[in-house]
């Protein structure tokens, strides 16, 4: 079955430790997001790409990098530079249209 | 700047009784309205989208509304099944080939047995 696969679904990250949150999807989408849910707020954009080898940055981008090396995949690294990386992080991808495909999530949380 | 505001933030229901959620929204041309269902600790899983005003979908007990303003979710005796966070985003047509979206921040619908 076609859908988004993120991983992993539980992630423990030590101060000033990097970590790298995996998106993979099937679907053929050119498009592909990262949001960004904490307790009580709205889902916020952190960064979006809509080919391979391209990406722009979203509201809330700082401390957090990205790469688009291939259509499937866009990794999300959460770097030490972000001071309060604690939540719950949701991938999407759509194709020339409109609605998201949501992955199943990855909790992170700073030990 | 594009804003969507969902209400109640919370909301517990009896099994069998209807009620419904409101999105208002303030967007520089909308493209599309947007419901999504939240179980816990899981991604958002699409409902409807809802293109102009007047446009209505259902969905089993779910139906949704949108006037130029704001957006329903009807949700016509529910059971406990339903429960669950409710979300609501618009995408602009200034978000131009991104189709970005901006979410609310949802309602928490639980449904006593």
């Known amino acids: 079955d076609g859908g988004i696969t993120q991983s992993p679904k539980y992630l423990f990250r030590k101060e000033g430790q990097n970590v790298t949150l995996s998106c993979e999807q099937n679907?053929?989408?050119?498009?592909m997001y990262w949001y960004r849910q904490d307790p009580g707020q709205g889902l916020r954009l952190i960064y979006y790409s809509q080919i391979v080898n391209d990406f722009q940055k979203g509201d809330i981008a700082e401390g957090y990098s990205v790469s688009r090396e291939k259509k499937e995949s866009f990794p999300l690294t959460v770097t030490s530079a972000q001071k309060n990386p604690t939540a719950f992080y949701l991938c999407a991808s759509t194709p020339r249209g409109y609605g998201y495909t949501f992955g199943s999530g990855t909790r992170l949380t700073v030990v | 700047e594009d804003q969507v505001t969902q209400s109640p933030e919370a909301l517990r229901l009896q099994e069998g009784e209807s009620s419904s959620l409101n999105c208002s929204y303030t967007?520089?041309?909308?493209?599309?309205l947007f419901w999504y269902r939240q179980d816990p600790g899981k991604g958002p899983e699409f409902l409807f989208t809802?293109?102009?005003a007047g446009e209505e979908k259902e969905k089993e007990r779910l139906k949704a509304t949108l006037t130029k303003k704001e957006s329903f979710l009807h949700i016509t005796a529910p059971k406990p099944e339903d429960s669950a966070t409710y979300l609501c985003a618009v995408q602009a047509g200034s978000s131009g080939s991104a189709r970005q979206l901006t979410f609310g921040s949802g309602t928490q619908l639980t449904v006593l047995p």
């Open positions: 679907l053929n989408h050119d498009a």
């Open positions: 967007v520089s041309g909308l493209r599309g």
């Open positions: 809802l293109y102009s």
